[in-house]
Structure formats: structure tokens, C-alpha cells
């Protein structure tokens, strides 16, 4: 039997309102926040989803996103659940097959491949897991291809599946020491948050 196929779904969607600008652009430590998402997701999954929203066409020129597919959600405004829903209907009319759907998110930088591939372990059709740092549940996330339906038609505004998780058996993947779980909301102290 082969393994399972797990692809990446990067949400970047997102206009950044709270940091001044799409948190796709952000350059951290020399490379876009996108760049080095999708560099982590692909140094574990094939293939990479990219969802991109805000200034899409911007990100789309400015970062170099390798062999990632990239998808428009032009609904973005209305939050990520429009974005996750997008990933997966890519993921949906895949040509090849696609066993689950591993999410994270681009704001993110402390995420790493090791991260990734403790969740990407748990793949299977009808797989639920999630990365636990010190017990509390957080990204990457792990959708077997038979939820995606499920969480697609319950996902509301700037939620993603936590709804759609909370009443089903989901494994818990300790990710603690393997990635910093931490979010960019911000800019840290003395960054401009536009260019």
C-alpha cells in the first residue's frame, strides 16, 4: 500500500488589518512571510496550495513561491473560512490524488518542516489532527480528504475548522520545542508595518 499524498495549504490570504498591510508582503529576516511559508510546507508536502486575497497580484509578482499553486480567493475580505474553503475546493479538483489536507498559515514564520511532518504522519483519508504546543491545540492542522466537505460547509467568517473539530475524535500531535506556535498580528517593536 503506498503512503498517503499530503498537500500543503497555505492561507495568505488576509488583508492584515490589525499589522498595516497583507502579512503576505511582510519581509521577515530577508524573505516574505509567504516565501518562507511555502518553503516550509514544501519541504514536507507535494503539492503546495498557496491562497492568496489581498494584493494577490502584488504577492503573486513580489514572492518567489517555487512550484506552489496558487489560488484566488476573491472573497477574502469576508475572512479565512472563504480562504480554507478556496484550499480545499483546489484540493477537490485536483487531478491527482490527495489523501489530506495539511493547513497553515503564513503569519507564522516560527513553523517548521519537523512541525509539519509530525502532522503530516497522522495522514489518511479520514484523518483529524492537530499541532498541541504545551497542550494547547493551534497549526499546522490536518483535514483527511473525507472532512473536507464538512469543514468547507461549516467554516463561517474569520474562523477556520475549529467549529467543525470540536465535536469529533481529533489526535493531538505534541509539536512542543519543534516550532514556535507564535502569530504575527503586529509588527514587532520598531517595524514599519508598511512599505
Known sequence: MSAPVVAAVVLA?????????????????GSLLVERAVATASAVCDPVLVVLGARAVDV??????????????KDWE?????????????????????????????DMPGMTPEALAA????ASPDALA?????????????????????VAETVTGDEGARRYL????????DCS??????DLDVPPPGVPSAP
Open 130 to 150: 492537530v499541532a498541541a504546543y504545551d497542550g494547547v491545540r493551534g497549526h499546522p492542522v490536518l483535514l483527511g480528504r473525507e472532512h473536507w466537505a464538512g
Open 13 to 29: 490570504a488576509g488583508g492584515g488589518r490589525r499589522y498595516g498591510m497583507p502579512k503576505a508582503l511582510v519581509e521577515y529576516e
Open 78 to 106: 469576508t475572512g479565512m473560512a472563504s480562504s480554507l474553503r478556496t484550499g480545499l475546493d483546489g484540493l477537490r479538483s485536483w487531478p491527482g490524488r490527495i489523501d489530506a489536507a495539511l493547513i497553515t498559515l503564513v
Open 166 to 173: 470540536a465535536d469529533r475524535d481529533v489526535t493531538e500531535v
Open 177 to 182: 520545542g519543534l516550532a514556535d506556535p507564535a
Open 119 to 122: 502532522v503530516a504522519a497522522h
Open 60 to 73: 503573486w509578482r513580489s514572492a518567489g513561491l517555487g512550484n506552489a499553486v496558487v489560488l484566488a480567493n
